[in-house]
């Protein structure tokens, strides 16, 4: 039995000679040495399948479950099992992107449906097969609207997740774009500030829905002023509120992105997750990936397609409008079980249960005596209050009691999610812990 070589010793060579180098090291001479690892990889021995387990389970058994109320972009929806059920199902979880469409209907239907729903929830006209994630799907919204307008700069507000924030800052930089933010006031979006900064280099202003903090802002005077300035409104919004809370295209947005992570998706430790890209029909041609399309086959029965496919694979890839290769049709899939097994009256409940929870523990906790407001604004699932001691602390003593006690935003302010699937008793609990705890 021989060890596998994805490349032999003539391979390599003939890849040197025609680059003009002579050795492997030659590749890397420019990586710091300060930053090569010299010494053997320290790789255990060999296991047997039992060994391995047993290995693993100790591994996992390090891991201490905890009751959470932390959010700030990542949520904790229910799992239903049917959900699970199919998404491990091997036709699906094994499948690769439909390169050959024709055969993969499965793949396609499902598809379809992801997109309809996004569609439905977002007010939107159109959006495309998948994206990876949230932050990457709101830096594609920045590249849809520069490939529309082909200005330089993007505004952004203050109030955007910060980790998506840095996301689109980097995916500008390689673009040749520069990026602004736009400040806050009490915890939301300056539209003074919005009106200052936008000119005739703006491309496009991005703004979240519910914001970082919680709070459902009121964007009724952006659409008219941005398209004034021949810009685009891009909306990154939670998909999970939008039952209950006005859409996407109500609030007169081109173009609306997220993260689907809330529609059934579990934390898993940060990943893997599903971002979402819709736009309305003026904009169709410039998202990336691919959408999929219904039609009917020679005998008349119902069938679907990959419509567009606006991919660097497609096209010359300076033409592109994203290279972006792939899409996360699993984590698609799951989206698209959840929903269904909820239903539009089921998703209305659901938002109105985070809701309910939310304002339920924002009051307890105020009764405490140990938080105080920072601001009037309306909140969704999340809010921030200031805690009257050091708030490090507070939350190291929950973490003693089990307990992930929210997002720390400064020395005394954090910020708190209430899932859906908290209960009272739950609730309950970390307002007596935080009645109990003095750490001033």
């Given at each position: 039995?021989?060890?596998?070589f994805p490349?032999?010793d003539s391979?390599?060579?003939?890849?040197?000679?025609?680059?003009g180098?002579?050795t492997?090291?030659d590749?890397?001479?420019?990586?710091?040495?300060?930053?090569?690892i010299?010494?053997?990889?320290d790789?255990?021995?060999?296991h047997?399948e039992?060994e391995?387990?047993?290995?693993?389970?100790?591994?996992?058994?390090?891991?201490?479950?905890?009751?959470?109320?932390?959010?700030?972009?990542?949520?904790?929806?229910?799992?239903?099992?049917?959900?699970?059920?199919?998404?491990?199902r091997?036709?699906?979880?094994?499948?690769?992107?439909p390169?050959?469409?024709?055969?993969s209907?499965?793949?396609?239907?499902?598809i379809?449906?992801?997109?309809?729903?996004?569609?439905?929830?977002t007010?939107?006209?159109?959006?495309?097969a998948?994206?990876?994630?949230g932050?990457?799907?709101t830096a594609?919204?920045?590249?849809?609207?520069?490939?529309?307008?082909?200005?330089p700069k993007?505004?952004?507000s203050s109030?955007?997740n910060?980790?998506?924030?840095?996301?689109?800052?980097?995916?500008a930089?390689?673009?040749?774009?520069?990026?602004?933010?736009?400040?806050?006031?009490?915890?939301?979006?300056?539209?003074?500030?919005?009106?200052?900064?936008?000119n005739?280099?703006?491309?496009a202003?991005?703004?979240?829905?519910?914001?970082?903090?919680?709070?459902?802002?009121?964007?009724?005077?952006?659409k008219?002023l941005?398209?004034?300035?021949n810009?685009?409104?891009?909306?990154?919004?939670?998909?999970s509120?939008?039952?209950?809370?006005?859409?996407?295209r109500e609030w007169?947005?081109d173009?609306a992105?997220?993260?689907a992570?809330p529609?059934?998706?579990a934390?898993?430790?940060?990943?893997p997750y599903?971002?979402?890209?819709?736009?309305?029909?003026?904009?169709?041609?410039?998202?990336?990936?691919?959408?999929?399309?219904?039609?009917?086959?020679?005998?008349?029965?119902?069938?679907?397609?990959l419509?567009?496919?606006?991919?660097?694979?497609?096209?010359?890839?300076e033409?592109?409008?994203?290279?972006?290769?792939?899409?996360?049709?699993?984590?698609a899939?799951?989206?698209?079980?959840?929903?269904?097994l909820?239903?539009?009256?089921?998703?209305?409940e659901?938002?109105?249960?985070?809701?309910?929870?939310?304002?339920?523990?924002?009051?307890?906790?105020?009764?405490?005596?140990?938080?105080v407001?920072?601001t009037?604004?309306?909140?969704?699932?999340?809010?921030?209050?200031?805690?009257?001691?050091?708030?490090?602390?507070?939350?190291?003593f929950?973490?003693?009691?089990?307990?992930?006690?929210?997002?720390r935003?400064t020395?005394?302010?954090?910020?708190?999610?209430?899932?859906e699937?908290?209960?009272?008793?739950?609730?309950?609990?970390?307002?007596?812990?935080?009645?109990?705890c003095?750490?001033r």
């Amino acid at each position: 039995m021989f060890k596998y070589f994805p490349h032999t010793d003539s391979d390599i060579e003939a890849m040197l000679k025609r680059i003009g180098l002579e050795t492997l090291d030659d590749l890397f001479c420019q990586v710091d040495p300060s930053l090569k690892i010299n010494r053997k990889y320290d790789i255990p021995n060999s296991h047997s399948e039992l060994e391995l387990k047993k290995a693993i389970k100790a591994i996992a058994g390090q891991n201490k479950p905890l009751l959470s109320f932390l959010g700030a972009g990542t949520y904790e929806p229910f799992q239903f099992s049917v959900s699970q059920a199919i998404t491990s199902r091997q036709e699906f979880l094994t499948s690769y992107t439909p390169y050959q469409p024709e055969i993969s209907q499965g793949t396609l239907q499902y598809i379809f449906e992801w997109q309809s729903m996004i569609c439905e929830l977002t007010g939107m006209d159109a959006t495309n097969a998948s994206m990876y994630d949230g932050a990457t799907a709101t830096a594609e919204a920045m590249f849809m609207a520069y490939g529309q307008n082909k200005r330089p700069k993007i505004l952004i507000s203050s109030a955007l997740n910060p980790r998506v924030i840095e996301v689109v800052k980097t995916y500008a930089k390689y673009r040749g774009l520069t990026t602004e933010l736009i400040a806050t006031e009490d915890y939301q979006t300056s539209l003074a500030d919005l009106k200052t900064k936008l000119n005739e280099e703006v491309s496009a202003v991005i703004v979240q829905q519910p914001n970082f903090y919680g709070i459902v802002e009121d964007y009724s005077q952006y659409k008219d002023l941005i398209s004034a300035n021949n810009s685009l409104f891009i909306m990154n919004v939670d998909p999970s509120t939008l039952p209950v809370l006005k859409t996407p295209r109500e609030w007169g947005a081109d173009i609306a992105c997220g993260d689907a992570q809330p529609l059934g998706i579990a934390p898993n430790w940060g990943g893997p997750y599903v971002g979402f890209l819709a736009t309305t029909a003026k904009y169709l041609r410039r998202l990336p990936g691919r959408i999929c399309g219904q039609t009917k086959d020679v005998d008349g029965k119902r069938g679907f397609v990959l419509t567009l496919q606006a991919r660097e694979q497609h096209i010359r890839r300076e033409k592109a409008n994203s290279n972006i290769c792939s899409n996360q049709s699993l984590m698609a899939l799951q989206v698209v079980t959840y929903l269904s097994l909820l239903g539009k009256q089921g998703t209305k409940e659901v938002a109105l249960r985070a809701y309910n929870n939310a304002h339920y523990l924002y009051d307890g906790l105020i009764r405490t005596g140990k938080f105080v407001p920072v601001t009037k604004a309306p909140f969704f699932k999340e809010f921030v209050l200031k805690y009257c001691g050091d708030a490090e602390k507070l939350q190291n003593f929950l973490l003693e009691k089990g307990i992930l006690g929210g997002y720390r935003l400064t020395d005394r302010e954090i910020l708190f999610y209430a899932s859906e699937t908290r209960t009272k008793e739950e609730l309950d609990l970390l307002v007596r812990l935080v009645g109990e705890c003095d750490v001033r």
